[in-house]
């Protein structure tokens, strides 16, 4: 940990952190991730349409998740019939 190298205290704060990251965060950007999965969140000809792939590809591994592994078990496992993208 950054603050307490090779230390027990380094411990705790990584140990606190990451709780404080998961118990305050994940369910939120679970349900962001759900939402933008399903909804466009810049229109697809706008030069900034990369801009959805955020969330995918680069937030998801910050909350333990595989990139893109989610919109493959999500759209493609759970909505395969009547609202895929």
Do not use: E
């Amino acid at each position: 940990f950054a603050f307490c190298p090779k230390t027990k205290m380094g411990h705790v704060f990584g140990f606190a952190y990451f709780l404080t990251h998961y118990v305050l965060f994940l369910h939120s950007f679970i349900l962001a991730l759900h939402y933008s999965t399903h909804r466009r969140l810049i229109k697809q000809d706008s030069p900034l349409a990369w801009f959805n792939k955020v969330p995918l590809y680069v937030l998801c591994p910050t909350f333990g998740l595989p990139s893109g592994i989610y919109y493959l078990h999500h759209i493609v496992m759970h909505h395969c019939h009547d609202n895929c993208i």
